[in-house]
């Protein structure tokens, strides 16, 4: 049946605030939940770190466990007061000019060991890419990394956030012998053999791998001035 | 289709939801919704909950669409089709965000891509805007059935061979194929993890299905 224009156009406004009203309750009311479920992702990667492996009904109960303090720095090694670490948006505050960046830092107890626990976040090819690296007691040795990517490609890219990949950042230095900052670097082509500052890249995800370089780099040199104090 | 004082659950009616199954399968015999069939069939679990959202997403669009079929202007049906069906993958979506959050982020952008999954618009079209909502209804849960069967079949045989391994929903990673196979040489194919192999199982299992059933095969 042939209907009028009139029709037409007021059958399309109707559906399309009738649609919009269902959504925008659905969305509201899932909220929380999905806001939970992000959190508790990120305990889950934080603890990762320093090897404790969290389900999603632990993760909250071995965080209050684990982690003993939870401070936000500047880069001059400053505690600034008053902010929660935990609702830092890293994205924000990577974008500031680094004198402006409040960064989160956790110091986590396992085994009557010391671990700090740095926070990551930088680019990879498609999206961003986040991480968590511990360092022991000495501040430079490296105990545990863990990566994660919004878009990375499949197989490639996305390999970050695969064991083999993350295993190779154990042991490794951010600092060296003279107490200068070196970083981890992510080697294209693949580390030499006994490099305490490189691992190797990901064939195929270079442009990941690159991006995964500069975020160790850029993020933990926040820390730098944090770090020396406490040596 | 169905006439006025069919029962709910006549001859019918029920062959509506079986025939998907079988000899009317909307990916082996329609070859709709291959797309997604190719992408998230590495592991059995993202497989298993991509054919429960695509089979209430298909129910649900049916049901909706035949309940308002005689009000929907013919010149803009496929618009609002395709809202129907959008509204119904975002409620989704966002169900998956909140209770199924490790799968809803293994099947990250394959959810929102249902959308486009040709199964939907296809019954929509073809069914739902001519029937029932009740026989709608159940051709979508046939239909999203149908397409789930082969998703699970193509996702059991790749992860079997690929990884050694099954996963399930609610049970995590089940080791198949035991340690002293490996021992022996044995190994995992990496290839079949890769999409490929995903076109070449289906194939496989489309060519298993036609030699079993002619009355599918396709006369010219």
């Given at each position: 049946m042939e209907r009028s224009n009139t029709y037409i156009i007021v059958y399309s406004v109707v559906m399309v605030v009738f649609v919009a009203a269902v959504l925008s309750i659905a969305s509201f009311s899932l909220q929380d939940k999905q806001q939970e479920n992000v959190e508790i992702e990120k305990i889950q990667d934080m603890l990762m770190s320093i090897n404790v492996i969290a389900t999603t009904g632990d993760a909250k109960i071995l965080f209050e466990k684990y982690i003993k303090q939870q401070l936000v720095i500047n880069t001059k090694g400053e505690i600034v007061e008053g902010k929660k670490p935990f609702a830092l948006d890293l994205k924000k505050e990577y974008a500031e000019k680094p004198d402006n960046r409040n960064l989160p830092l956790y110091i986590a107890q396992k085994n009557d060991s010391i671990f700090y626990i740095i926070p990551l976040r930088g680019k990879g090819l498609w999206g961003p890419i986040w991480g968590y690296v511990s360092l022991l007691s000495d501040k430079s040795t490296v105990y545990g990394a863990t990566f994660d990517h919004k878009?990375?490609?499949?197989?490639?890219?996305?390999?970050?956030?695969?064991p083999f990949f993350e295993k190779?950042?154990?042991?490794?230095?951010?600092?060296?012998s003279e107490k200068k900052f070196k970083s981890v670097n992510v080697i294209k082509g693949g580390a030499p053999q006994?490099?305490?500052h490189g691992v190797d890249a990901i064939s195929g995800g270079t442009i990941t791998s690159v991006g995964v370089d500069a975020m160790i780099d850029t993020c933990i040199i926040g820390y730098d001035n944090y770090l020396k104090q406490q040596n | 289709m169905a006439e006025k004082n069919d029962s709910l659950f006549s001859k019918k009616n029920l062959q509506l939801v079986t025939g998907p199954l079988g000899k009317?399968?909307?990916?082996?015999?329609?070859?709709?919704?291959?797309c997604s069939a190719l992408a998230i069939?590495?592991?059995v679990e993202p497989a298993i909950v991509m054919s429960i959202s695509v089979t209430i997403v298909v129910a649900f669009a049916n049901l909706l669409a035949s309940l308002i079929r005689k009000s929907i202007p013919d010149r803009i049906r496929i618009i609002v089709q395709l809202v129907i069906i959008a509204t119904l993958v975002i409620i989704v979506d966002q169900i998956l965000k909140a209770y199924a959050y490790g799968v809803s982020k293994q099947l990250s952008v394959f959810v929102g891509l249902i959308i486009t999954n040709c199964i939907l618009m296809g019954r929509l079209e073809a069914f739902a805007l001519g029937n029932k909502p009740w026989p709608s209804f159940l051709d979508g849960i046939g239909n999203g059935l149908g397409y789930g069967i082969i998703l699970v079949m193509v996702a059991l045989i790749r992860e079997l061979l690929g990884a050694g391994a099954i996963t399930l929903p609610g049970i995590g990673e089940i080791k198949?194929?035991?340690e002293s196979f490996y021992e022996f040489g044995y190994a995992n194919?990496?290839?079949?993890?890769?999409?490929p192999m995903a076109l070449i199982t289906l194939g496989i299992v489309i060519w298993v299905q036609k030699a079993r059933n002619k009355e599918i095969i396709e006369h010219k």
């Open positions: 878009s990375e490609t499949p197989g490639l890219g996305a390999e970050i956030n695969k190779q950042f154990i042991g490794k230095m951010i600092y060296d006994g490099d305490v | 009317n399968n909307p990916i082996t015999v329609q070859t709709l919704g291959i069939t590495v592991k198949l194929i035991p194919n990496g290839l079949m993890i890769l999409p």
